[in-house]
């Protein structure tokens, strides 16, 4: 997320989080039941009932950008909400946004996100502005980001006309030209453009078609002519589709002459019969503001969707992009080679974005350390440990799927170009190779990543070695020792958290452990005035990766432990609430800054912290256990020791809704809409539990 203090490079998000309606149904809800999933364990009320606050307050964000792929479907497509006691609203969501998710020819996932002003299937920003790069906009209409950032607008006259007979400004569509003749151009006065901070063109435009094969044609300071030697054909594919206007989007740093130092760019088309009118919102250079995780994210999320729902349509119809995604990433970053996710794209190196020479002044080196995921301001890069997390738990979900795929001959599902056991043998060697490349022997943690000159970079992620522990790329010992650095049991030298100060925040561990002042994309270069903490990247904290945190120390310490872990976030919520929520709490000095909706700050949990909705996860896929499979529910329940049962409410499975409660002895299932098909859960070879299904009746008999 954007973590900046400037305001010109706030983000304008427009992702919305709304709930989904609350309501009972009298005929089969009785009036004293919330409309939500309830959580039960007898004995600890208090602790159930602000976890169930906690929850109503984020449990049904509705957020289309590919960024929240892996953490918001799974925490929607379960449960059975409002009074028809059903996930189908989300569920409803959720398909469209990933059969409606753009995937360029090449297998790229689009961002999603809202448009912006750089790679418009990336993250908005960095800005051609931003960057020295040259842009040409001939409205705003529409475009709040580009309004908030003072983008100029450019007039009729900016681009020198050839074989236009009219041209005018719409306010509310662009330039508006009128063509004549064979063919027409518009060529940019006199540039001055460094090559590498414009890896791309973006052209917006309407009203071309294929036979009018336009080009985007250079010059350069040492050739200055323009000359088809350098020229490149410009796409009509959208990059950003839904609307009426067409994102070209031309990769010129694939072009050997795109080198050096740009003088002028040319539009060159080819006209039919007759005049014809075209509608140019803008053209400007564009960072590579792509991310290496989308299709990763994608993946992920369109396998929890089809687990969780059994939709044998939406897989038939997605299977093909979730396996083109899957095919981009590994030939893309170079993983069969290297064992990790290594992003060749341009300014993605891992290095920052700026230096100081020995007498401290700072040289911004604009166009290094573009942003690659979630943490947008740092140089996450080249040999990159999150991304290779990411695409490592994203193709062993697929590799499940495959197999089921293979198991269900009815589903007429065409078999995959990477089968499941290459889709498995891949995964090894990432874990292989990223339990060695990128672990850092004296600290005991993850490094973030390895940088295009061989230098790691450590400033204590505590998210990213959680997740490499729930996401299962940490081995056993490093699980361990990872924890006893992050649970402050280990001190590691030179930190500048240690033991219990990691928890200071109380909701989460800090994001970093280590003061982080000169490892930054080039937009942000001032990490200097930002007091420790101010930063959610900078010692903060972000509520919802207290999930990882949770799953990791259920994994490697025990129920007991994450239920400790838990309580403290609970009783923190607790006096959270007493005093009027999140806003009024941290309004009060010294409690920490809270970033969201605009403001710049140091906690994330509401406003565009969607992911907050993770936390009460752990009910259902920690403590229960529970994981959804395409024809089955594994269930391994890993209970504390203080807790008799557990039960969790409003389960929709396929098309089947349920209670479901655990204890050592047995398992009861009881349902309160039995679906069409069988209902199968699997426990782990060798538990004794009894499984036993009750039908709706003898729940209602019980409730009277």
Same mark, same amino acid.
């Given at each position: 997320?954007?973590?900046?203090?400037?305001?010109?490079?706030? =983000?304008?998000?427009?992702?919305?989080?709304?709930?989904?309606?609350?309501?009972?149904?009298?005929?089969?809800?009785?009036?004293?039941?919330?409309?939500?999933?309830?959580?039960?364990?007898?004995?600890?009320?208090?602790?159930?009932?602000?976890?169930?606050?906690?929850?109503?307050?984020?449990?049904?964000?509705?957020?289309?950008?590919?960024?929240?792929? /892996?953490?918001?479907?799974?925490?929607?497509?379960?449960?059975?909400?409002? +009074?028809?006691?059903?996930?189908?609203?989300?569920?409803?969501?959720?398909?469209?946004?990933?059969?409606?998710?753009?995937?360029?020819?090449?297998?790229?996932?689009?961002?999603?996100?809202?448009?912006?002003?750089?790679?418009?299937?990336?993250?908005?920003?960095?800005?051609?502005?931003?960057?020295?790069?040259?842009?040409?906009?001939?409205?705003?209409?529409?475009?709040?980001?580009?309004?908030?950032?003072?983008?100029?607008?450019?007039?009729?006259?900016?681009?020198?006309?050839?074989?236009?007979?009219?041209?005018?400004?719409?306010?509310?569509?662009?330039?508006?030209?009128?063509?004549?003749?064979?063919?027409?151009?518009?060529?940019?006065?006199?540039?001055?453009?460094?090559? &590498?901070?414009?890896?791309?063109?973006?052209?917006?435009?309407? =009203?071309?078609?294929? /036979? %009018?094969?336009?080009?985007?044609?250079?010059?350069?300071?040492? $050739?200055?002519?323009?000359?088809?030697?350098?020229?490149?054909?410009?796409?009509?594919?959208?990059?950003?589709?839904?609307?009426?206007?067409t994102f070209s989007v031309v990769p010129a740093?694939?072009?050997?002459?795109?080198?050096?130092?740009?003088?002028?760019?040319?539009?060159?088309?080819?006209?039919?019969?007759?005049?014809?009118?075209?509608?140019?919102?803008?053209?400007?250079?564009?960072?590579? #503001?792509?991310?290496?995780?989308?299709?990763?994210?994608?993946?992920?999320?369109?396998?929890?969707? &089809?687990?969780?729902? @059994?939709?044998?349509?939406?897989?038939?119809?997605?299977? /093909?992009?979730?396996?083109?995604?899957?095919?981009?990433?590994?030939?893309?970053?170079?993983?069969?080679?290297? =064992?990790?996710?290594?992003?060749?794209?341009?300014?993605?190196?891992?290095?920052?974005?700026?230096?100081?020479?020995?007498?401290?002044? +700072?040289?911004?080196?604009?166009?290094?350390?573009?942003?690659?995921?979630?943490?947008?301001?740092?140089?996450?890069?080249?040999?990159?440990? $999150?991304?290779?997390?990411?695409?490592?738990?994203?193709?062993?979900?697929? %590799?499940?799927?495959?197999?089921?795929?293979?198991?269900?001959?009815?589903?007429?599902?065409?078999?995959?170009?990477?089968?499941?056991? +290459?889709?498995?043998?891949?995964?090894?060697?990432?874990?292989?190779?990223?339990?060695?490349?990128?672990?850092?022997?004296?600290?005991?943690?993850?490094?973030?990543?390895?940088?295009?000159?061989?230098?790691?970079?450590?400033?204590?992620?505590?998210?990213?070695?959680?997740?490499?522990?729930?996401?299962?790329?940490?081995?056993?010992?490093?699980?361990?020792?990872?924890?006893?650095?992050?649970?402050?049991?280990?001190?590691?030298?030179?930190?500048?958290?240690?033991?219990?100060?990691?928890?200071?925040?109380?909701?989460?561990?800090?994001?970093?452990?280590?003061?982080?002042?000169?490892?930054?994309?080039?937009?942000?270069?001032?990490?200097?005035?930002?007091?420790?903490?101010g930063q959610v990247q900078d010692g903060g904290?972000?509520?919802?990766?207290?999930?990882?945190?949770?799953?990791?120390? $259920?994994?490697?310490?025990?129920?007991?432990?994450?239920?400790?872990?838990?309580?403290?976030?609970?009783?923190?919520?607790?006096?959270?609430?007493?005093?009027? =929520?999140?806003?009024?709490?941290?309004?009060?000095?010294?409690?920490?800054?809270?970033? @969201?909706?605009?403001?710049?700050?140091?906690?994330?949990?509401? %406003?565009?912290?969607?992911?907050?909705?993770?936390?009460?996860?752990?009910?259902?896929?920690?403590?229960?256990?529970?994981?959804?499979?395409?024809?089955?529910? /594994?269930?391994?329940?890993?209970?504390?020791?203080?807790?008799?049962?557990?039960?969790?409410?409003?389960?929709?499975?396929?098309?089947?809704?349920?209670?479901?409660?655990?204890?050592?002895?047995?398992?009861?299932?009881?349902?309160?809409?039995?679906?069409?098909?069988?209902?199968?859960?699997? $426990?782990? %070879?060798?538990?004794?539990?009894?499984?036993?299904?009750? #039908?709706?009746?003898?729940?209602?008999? +019980?409730?009277?």
């Amino acid at each position: 997320m954007n973590r900046m203090k400037y305001a010109v490079l706030l =983000g304008l998000l427009v992702c919305l989080c709304c709930p989904t309606a609350r309501g009972e149904d009298p005929e089969t809800t009785p009036a004293s039941e919330p409309a939500l999933p309830q959580f039960i364990v007898a004995g600890h009320e208090r602790e159930m009932r602000l976890l169930g606050d906690l929850y109503e307050l984020h449990h049904s964000p509705r957020v289309a950008c590919t960024l929240w792929d /892996a953490w918001l479907p799974m925490s929607t497509l379960w449960p059975a909400i409002g +009074k028809e006691q059903s996930a189908a609203p989300l569920r409803d969501f959720y398909r469209r946004s990933f059969l409606r998710r753009h995937i360029d020819r090449q297998g790229y996932v689009n961002m999603a996100q809202h448009r912006g002003l750089a790679h418009p299937g990336g993250w908005p920003f960095p800005t051609w502005h931003q960057s020295g790069g040259i842009g040409f906009h001939f409205t705003h209409a529409n475009d709040g980001y580009a309004v908030s950032l003072n983008v100029p607008r450019a007039g009729a006259d900016a681009l020198a006309a050839v074989g236009i007979a009219e041209k005018e400004i719409d306010p509310a569509r662009g330039l508006v030209l009128t063509t004549e003749g064979p063919a027409s151009s518009l060529t940019s006065p006199r540039l001055r453009v460094d090559t &590498f901070v414009s890896p791309f063109v973006v052209v917006e435009w309407s =009203g071309l078609d294929p /036979a %009018a094969r336009p080009r985007l044609q250079w010059t350069t300071e040492d $050739l200055p002519e323009f000359d088809e030697t350098r020229s490149l054909e410009i796409p009509l594919e959208t990059a950003r589709p839904g609307g009426p206007l067409t994102f070209s989007v031309v990769p010129a740093y694939r072009h050997p002459e795109w080198k050096g130092r740009l003088t002028g760019l040319r539009l060159h088309w080819v006209n039919g019969d007759g005049p014809r009118e075209i509608v140019l919102r803008s053209v400007h250079t564009a960072v590579d #503001s792509r991310h290496p995780i989308t299709g990763s994210l994608f993946v992920r999320g369109s396998c929890d969707f &089809f687990n969780w729902t @059994g939709d044998l349509d939406f897989l038939r119809a997605n299977i /093909a992009r979730m396996r083109r995604a899957i095919s981009y990433a590994v030939d893309e970053f170079a993983v069969e080679e290297n =064992g990790c996710v290594l992003v060749p794209w341009v300014g993605h190196g891992g290095r920052t974005g700026f230096v100081h020479d020995p007498a401290g002044k +700072k040289t911004i080196l604009y166009g290094r350390g573009v942003g690659n995921n979630y943490w947008d301001l740092l140089p996450f890069g080249h040999k990159d440990a $999150l991304a290779t997390i990411y695409l490592f738990d994203a193709v062993n979900a697929l %590799a499940t799927l495959e197999e089921a795929v293979a198991a269900h001959s009815s589903w007429n599902i065409p078999p995959p170009a990477i089968p499941a056991e +290459k889709l498995r043998a891949l995964a090894a060697k990432m874990r292989k190779t990223g339990q060695q490349l990128f672990w850092n022997e004296a600290n005991g943690r993850f490094f973030a990543c390895i940088d295009v000159d061989g230098q790691p970079h450590d400033y204590g992620f505590t998210f990213l070695n959680l997740e490499a522990i729930h996401y299962g790329l940490a081995s056993e010992e490093q699980a361990r020792t990872i924890l006893d650095w992050i649970t402050g049991d280990r001190i590691v030298e030179g930190d500048t958290a240690t033991g219990k100060d990691i928890y200071h925040w109380r909701f989460a561990p800090r994001a970093t452990t280590l003061r982080n002042v000169q490892w930054y994309a080039y937009v942000w270069h001032g990490p200097d005035t930002i007091p420790w903490g101010g930063q959610v990247q900078d010692g903060g904290a972000v509520l919802g990766f207290s999930y990882h945190d949770l799953m990791a120390r $259920l994994k490697t310490r025990g129920p007991d432990d994450a239920w400790e872990r838990l309580k403290v976030i609970l009783d923190w919520f607790g006096e959270v609430q007493a005093e009027g =929520g999140y806003r009024a709490y941290y309004e009060k000095p010294g409690r920490g800054s809270l970033q @969201g909706g605009g403001t710049p700050g140091g906690l994330g949990m509401d %406003a565009e912290f969607f992911e907050s909705v993770l936390v009460p996860q752990v009910m259902l896929y920690g403590f229960l256990g529970l994981q959804p499979q395409a024809d089955h529910l /594994a269930l391994d329940p890993k209970l504390p020791s203080s807790w008799p049962e557990l039960t969790v409410t409003r389960i929709h499975y396929h098309d089947h809704v349920f209670d479901l409660r655990v204890d050592d002895k047995s398992v009861d299932v009881t349902f309160r809409r039995k679906g069409t098909g069988p209902l199968e859960i699997q $426990l782990p %070879a060798g538990d004794a539990r009894v499984i036993k299904f009750h #039908s709706p009746n003898e729940r209602a008999k +019980k409730k009277g």
